[in-house]
């Protein structure tokens, strides 16, 4: 079997089961097998497979059958301008939580070293984005799943900032250190019902650690702010993703932990996603 041949054959099998993308999906399925990029195989399309490939051009075909997200099957998203590893402990990163990246850079100047402190990173996409932009700056990144931060630090690795960013497994709750410029957070802020709602994908499939904010969503949200004020210099922004019917609420508890709002930028379908606040006093 060639690979026109073998890509057609995994088309026709995920439309079938109603994929979307089936097109993409077998070509960066292919992609992985034979380790070449995408334009290389158009180029070569009528190289024959090993029996091996064909096996395991099969087996991720099935799991992409299951619904399992590419970003796990391929091992790996790109996010800002960079690519970053990814497996079934951490969240996928997603285009909208580039806000963050975009927010953060208006408040770091690029000759000036702050401190960073990002809450629940996960894949360390955001903070390590930050730190390949701001090389001054120095950053903690704490995630209270242990499997998470062993993604984190083999990004940190694989971007050669292993020593520029301090990896710690606590939750946020009984984080002491203090005296940061700058605290991002995407965290948790689903609630159970929209829980339930999500596409097959994200719901049997990404890490329900960092998707579940509680029954009303704001469960983590609370946590952050409250802690964030006494781990911030006077000054100090923090900057969180938010679920776009939360600005309201969240605005509420950034006033009353003494937070002066900046901003609230709006995702690419033009929901409020991105909450940047001051802490005042």
């Not at 939750?171 to 957070?185: G, M, P, Q, R, T």
Request: proline share 3%; charged share 30%.
């Amino acid at each position: 079997m060639n690979y026109n041949q073998i890509l057609k054959k995994g088309e026709n099998f995920l439309k079938r089961n109603k994929i979307q993308n089936p097109c993409l999906d077998v070509e960066l399925i292919l992609s992985k097998v034979v380790k070449r990029k995408r334009e290389e195989i158009i180029l070569n399309i009528n190289n024959k497979l090993k029996n091996e490939e064909i096996f395991r051009f099969n087996y991720y075909l099935s799991r992409r059958c299951q619904k399992e997200p590419m970003a796990y099957i391929i091992g790996y998203k790109h996010f800002w301008k960079y690519k970053f590893l990814t497996n079934k402990y951490v969240l996928i990163p997603r285009p909208d939580t580039e806000l963050i990246v975009e927010e953060s850079l208006k408040h770091l100047p690029i000759y000036k070293s702050k401190k960073i402190l990002d809450v629940g990173t996960g894949s360390a996409c955001i903070v390590i984005s930050l730190i390949k932009e701001r090389p001054k700056c120095k950053a903690t990144a704490i995630d209270i799943s242990l499997k998470a931060l062993n993604v984190a630090k083999n990004n940190a690795k694989l971007h050669q900032l292993e020593n520029k960013i301090k990896f710690i497994n606590i939750d946020i709750d009984k984080y002491k250190s203090n005296n940061y410029d700058l605290i991002i957070s995407n965290p948790p802020y689903i609630n159970n019902v929209e829980l339930n709602r999500l596409d097959d994908d994200v719901k049997f499939h990404e890490p329900k650690l960092a998707l579940s904010g509680g029954s009303n969503g704001f469960r983590e949200l609370i946590k952050i702010i409250i802690k964030s004020r006494k781990l911030l210099k006077i000054n100090g922004k923090l900057i969180l993703e938010i679920g776009h019917k939360q600005k309201k609420q969240c605005l509420k508890i950034l006033n009353e932990n003494k937070f002066f709002v900046n901003k609230i930028s709006k995702d690419l379908s033009g929901k409020d996603r991105c909450i940047v606040s001051t802490k005042i006093r």
